[in-house]
Antibody, heavy 123, light 108 residues
């Protein structure tokens, strides 16, 4: 079945970097956009950006410009999201989510979600 | 940036009754509107896309309507398993894709 499996929880110190992985299975990894969304404790959903797994082209939310890097390894159908210079307010669950097919120019809902990765930033 | 506003923040409905959740966009998003359901400790799940199309496996009691700036998610007969937080999302004008703040649905 179609699924996204993310890496495990992390605890980081302020100023450090984090890198979350998202392994796709059950579909053609390079045919669909991959988004990253985060959710702070008790809060709503915040979109961080997307990557085109075929070309590697990315599009980041302005709030994360300069701190976020999204990459992929097509040989293992895995997307990565790295966030640097972590602050306490980066404590959140980070999700990867499949977007529409590449033919839809990123205009589409997020139909498959990973299980989430809890990242805690604390000194 | 398009701001999505959901109402009410919390909705209490008796089992078997209808639940109506609202979502307003700060400018037109055409029909590019999705609804997600999130249960405690779980990832969001896509319910509705394109304003009114149910995602795979979503029961027929869930329906979406609206266009432009005003949208509605209706659960025709509330079941206990529908207790969750519901989010609307626009994907018409990006970046960024934006979500509403959520409506918490409770059993009365």
């Amino acid at each position: 079945q179609v699924q996204l499996v993310q890496s495990g929880a992390e605890v980081k110190k302020p100023g450090a970097s984090m890198k979350v992985s998202c392994e796709a299975s059950g579909y053609t990894f390079t045919a669909y956009y991959m988004h990253w969304v985060r959710q702070a404790p008790g809060q709503g959903l915040e979109w961080m950006g997307w990557i085109n797994p075929n070309s590697g082209v990315t599009n980041y939310a302005q709030n994360f410009q300069g701190r976020v890097t999204m990459t992929r390894d097509t040989s293992i159908a895995t997307a990565y999201m790295e966030l640097s210079n972590l602050r306490s307010d980066d404590t959140a669950v980070y999700y990867c989510a499949r977007g529409p097919p590449l033919s839809r120019v990123a205009r589409g809902a997020f139909d498959i979600w990973g299980q989430g990765t809890m990242v805690t930033v604390s000194s | 940036e398009i701001v999505m506003t959901q109402s009410p923040a919390t909705l209490s409905v008796s089992p078997g009754e209808r639940a109506t959740l609202s979502c307003r966009a700060s400018q037109s998003v055409s029909s590019n509107l999705a609804w997600y359901q999130q249960k405690p400790g779980q990832a969001p799940r896509l319910l509705i896309y394109g304003t009114s199309t149910r995602a795979t496996g979503i029961p027929a009691r869930f329906s979406g309507s609206g266009s432009g700036t005003e949208f509605t998610l209706t659960i025709s007969s509330l079941q206990s398993e529908d207790i969750a937080v519901y989010y609307c999302q626009q994907y018409n004008n990006w970046p960024p894709y934006t979500f509403g703040q959520g409506t918490r649905l409770e059993i009365k």
